[in-house]
Structure formats: C-alpha cells, structure tokens
C-alpha cells in the first residue's frame, strides 16, 4: 500500500481545496454541525455541489457520479473536514439513491434521483420501531394491498431530520405470514400524503433532530414499491452497508483533535495551559495515536475498494473505532472547558432568541450539546455492540 498521493492525486486535492475556499457558503461559516441550522442552512452546500456536478461522487457516471478513484474521494472527504463543510446528508445521497439506481423502476430513477442530486428533495429514513431496532426484521408496521394502493399503518421512531423530510423511504410488513425478514417491502412515501404525522422526540442536548413518525391508513400508489414485493430485505441490508461506509469519520476527528488542542491551550490548569498537564497530554496523544491508526485501516480499506474489493465486514471495525474517538474527542473537550459548559447542558448552544450574555469563552458553548449528541453515534447505523457480533462472526469466524 503505497501512503504517497501522485502528483495527479496533488493537484485534485489543490483543486478541490481552491473549490472549497471559492465557493463554500460564508454565511455558514466553519461551524460544520450546529444544533439549531435551518433546513435551508443544511442544504446550502449540497446546492452548491449539486450545481458542480459532485454532490453524488460515489454514484456510477451514469446517474451522476464523479467517477473519482476511492484515493480521490478519501481526499474530497479530507478536504471538507478541513474546512468544516455541512456535508449533504445521507439519507437521499447514500441510503436511498444506491437502492433506486441498483433496484429502482426508471420511472423511480428519473422522478428522484435528480431531486437528491441537488438537493431540493429531502429523505428521510423509516426502518425503526419501538419493538424493532437491532432486531429489524420484527418490524410490525404494515402495507396491505388495496387495488392500486398500498395502505400503511404503524410507527416508526427515531426518523432523523423528519421534520423537514418531502420524501421518506419505509420498510413494511406486506406478508405477515412469511418468515420475519422475507416478508417486507421497500416503499417510497411522499411525507405530505394524509395520514403521514411527524411528531418531536426532544434528546439530550436540546435538539430537535428525531422524531415519532406515525402512519395512519396512508394510501401509498404501489408505483412507489421498491424493486420486488416482499424482497425489501435484501435492499435494506444493501442500504445499510452503504449507511456504515463514511461513518468512521476520521477526517472530522483530525480536525477535531486540532480543535481540542487549540482549546487546551488556551484553558488552564493551576495557572498553565491546561495543554502542558501531563496527564491531559497524555490522554490527547493517546487519542492521536488511535486515530492514526484508525486511518491506516481506513486507507487500507481504501486501497483494497481500489483493487476492486467491496467493503466487507471491516466497515464494523472502522464504525465501532471511529465512533469511539468521536465520543472521546467530545468527552476531552468537556473535560477541558469544564465548568463553562455547564450553563448550556441540556440547551442549544447560541440559542438566537436568547438575550442573555454568553458564559464563559465561544468554544465552550457547543461542548456540552456536542458531547450529549455524539453518544448516539454508538448506537445509529447499527450498535456498536451488533458490530461486535459481525467482527466475532464474519472476522474471526468465531
Ligand atoms: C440519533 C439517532 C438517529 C437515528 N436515526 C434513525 C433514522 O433516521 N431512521 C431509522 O430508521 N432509525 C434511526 N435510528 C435508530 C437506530 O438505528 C437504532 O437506535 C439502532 O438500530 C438500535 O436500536 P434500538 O434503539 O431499538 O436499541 P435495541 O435494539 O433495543 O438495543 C438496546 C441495547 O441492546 C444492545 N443489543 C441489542 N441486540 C443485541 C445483540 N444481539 N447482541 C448484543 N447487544 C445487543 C444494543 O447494542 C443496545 O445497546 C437512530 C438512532 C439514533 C440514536
């Protein structure tokens, strides 16, 4: 595995760098994730790159792909975590796109896949139910046939960012009589669609980013069926395999243990910079030192996709290690602005409407809110713990 980029890998990153700095939305600045954006905010880059023709890289040319080398989107990934860009998010991009381009009607492909591609049509992503989330395929929610319609009665939870969603895609019992996963479907909902209600589930940090997404008799056109009924198993497993790809997050954590080391030097501890204590340095390097090794993995990974090999079962590796130092990182950044985080615990950080002044220095006023919301990373896109059972069974054949 060669770690150099080619000259030709060089000047794509001095270009990609150049688009960046030309053409990222100001008015978001270099926040990345806020608490309180605004669907219009959370989509701006998206726009942007939609316009460039790169919103979708990893998509085949065909539906509009960059046709980028793996190395060269690793460097596209890079160079946004540098600079802190709002990524479109996953939902239509990652999650639903691949599943309508692999398995989708070409009426399916032409109706959505250029409303993802620039990012005016939001997806959301219905899978979980109360009784139903490592263990998916209990899922109860139902699709019955009706003539030409589907009519869907259940609730899912935890649908991120529903809020804003026009589109969302669900998987349905259609045969209760089959065995657990091979009678469910694959089905596109249009939000807006009577009976569909979306209802606020408050987390920890304040946020208002999943909700309880209820379905009361929606008559759903059966166009809107994915590939085949009752095979929407095989789609989903396919969606989630894409969900875990990117989900390490190692680019985002770099910057983030630059951050942390520039908020450590300017906290201090018994009149020094908090960066000089010797055990909070050591805790810093230590996390440095499992990121770089969390890279090498990845770029591993990389280099086996470039020699044709898919992601297999080390995406559990590269989940359950990336979302560990995501959550360190947020816990080291408490520890160092301490008690300036607390007068924001369980509230929005620069909440606009607030007049009251501000506590303590800019850089503490996220670290409470960051550190309660990335503890979902642990449990989203299947548990670490599930991702443990993968690596026992399909690593060490155990
Ligand atoms: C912030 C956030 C956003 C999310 N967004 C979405 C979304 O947009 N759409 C969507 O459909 N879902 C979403 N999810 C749901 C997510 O996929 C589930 O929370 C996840 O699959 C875990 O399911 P659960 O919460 O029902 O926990 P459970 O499955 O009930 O698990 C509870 C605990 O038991 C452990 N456990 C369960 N089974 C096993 C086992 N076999 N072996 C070992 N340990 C086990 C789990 O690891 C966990 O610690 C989101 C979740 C979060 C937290």
Known sequence: MNLEFTSEEQAFRDEVRTFIAENHPKELGDFGMREDMTREEMVAWHKVLGAKGWSVPAWPVEYGGTGWTPTQRYIWSEENARANTFMPLPFGVSM????????????????????????????????????????????????????????????????????????????????????????????LVDMKTPGVEVKPIKLLDGGYEVNETWLTDVRVPVENLVGVENKGWTYAKFLLAHERSGIAGVARSKRGVEKLREIAANETLDGAPLIKDFDFARKVSQLEIDLAALEITELRTLAGEQAGKGPGPESSILKIKGTEIQQ????????????????????????????????????????????????????????????????TKMILGL
């Open 96 to 187: 639903v796109g691949p599943v309508i381009y692999t398995f989708g009607s070409e009426e399916q492909k032409a109706r959505h896949l250029p409303g993802i591609r620039s990012g005016e049509v939001w997806w959301c992503q219905g899978y979980s139910e109360p009784g139903a989330g490592s263990d998916l395929a209990s899922l109860k929610t139902t699709a019955v046939r009706d003539g030409d319609h589907y009519v869907i009665n259940g609730q899912k939870t935890w649908t991120t960012l529903a809020q804003h969603a026009d589109w969302g895609f669900f998987l349905c019992r259609t045969d209760p009589t089959a065995k657990a996963q091979e009678g469910i479907s694959f089905i």
């Open 328 to 391: 360190r990182l947020t816990e080291l950044t408490l520890e160092a602005v301490g008690t300036y985080s607390a007068p924001y615990y369980g509230s929005i950080a620069n909440d606009t409407g607030s007049n009251e002044y501000a506590v303590g220095p800019a850089h503490a006023q996220h670290a409470a809110a960051t550190y309660f919301n990335m503890r979902k990373t642990s449990i989203y896109g299947g548990s670490n713990e599930i991702q443990r059972n993968i690596i």
